[in-house]
Every structure is written in structure tokens, then in C-alpha cells.
Nanobody, 120 residues
């Protein structure tokens, strides 16, 4: 079955860096675009970054452009999110997500999330 497992979250001071990983299994990773989302307490889940199946195209939310970098290693079935110059407003649970065609419709699969806290 499809599994997405995030890791790498934690507590970091403002201005610091963290690198998140999402290990995928149960589908053809190299054929599938991947996304990172985040959800802060009391807020809706928002798209942070996306990457195409081969990694040639990336997209970012305006709030993280220039600070976050999404990448992937198709040999390791893993997608990454490098987060630099972190701000308190980046505090959230971060999720990776992919959308797969089931034969009848697209279905979104989510990981369990990893907490990122930016605080002094």
C-alpha cells in the first residue's frame, strides 16, 4: 500500500535551518509529482512546495520562495524540503502528499506529518 513517512522536524531558533525528508513506498515514485504542505494551529493546510516527477520543475508558495528548496532522489524514493532562514510563522506540522490515479479518480495520499517549531 501507499506509504509516505516524514522525518526531520524539530525545534529550531529563528534564522536557523531544518531539512525534512519524506520516504515513499507502494507506488512508482519516479513517475509521480510530490508536494509539501503545512498546517499551523488554527489555520488551513497550505501548499508549500511541489516538484515534478523527474525534478525538473518546482513551485513554491510566495511565503517561502528564496528560503525553502524542494528536491527529490528517485533512486531513494525520497523527497526533501530544505528550509533556511526559518521564521516563527513557519511553525506548523509539515506533510508530504502525492496524488495517484486509481483507475477511476485521482486520490490524495498524505503522510502522518512532522512538527516544525521555530522559536527562541
Amino acid at each position: 500500500q501507499v506509504q509516505l513517512v516524514e522525518s526531520g522536524g524539530g525545534l529550531v531558533q529563528p534564522g536557523g535551518s531544518l531539512s525534512l525528508s519524506c520516504a515513499a513506498s507502494g507506488f512508482t515514485f519516479s513517475s509521480t509529482g510530490m508536494n509539501w504542505y503545512r498546517q499551523a494551529v488554527g489555520k488551513e493546510r497550505e501548499l508549500v512546495a511541489g516538484i515534478s516527477s523527474a525534478g525538473g520543475r518546482t513551485d513554491y508558495a510566495d511565503s517561502v520562495k528564496g528560503r525553502f528548496t524542494i528536491s527529490r532522489d528517485n533512486a531513494k524514493n525520497t523527497v526533501y524540503l530544505q528550509m533556511n532562514s526559518l521564521k516563527p510563522e513557519d511553525t506548523a506540522v509539515y506533510y508530504c502528499k502525492t496524488d495517484l490515479w486509481t483507475g477511476r479518480r485521482w486520490y490524495g495520499y498524505w503522510g502522518q506529518g512532522t512538527q516544525v517549531t521555530v522559536s527562541s
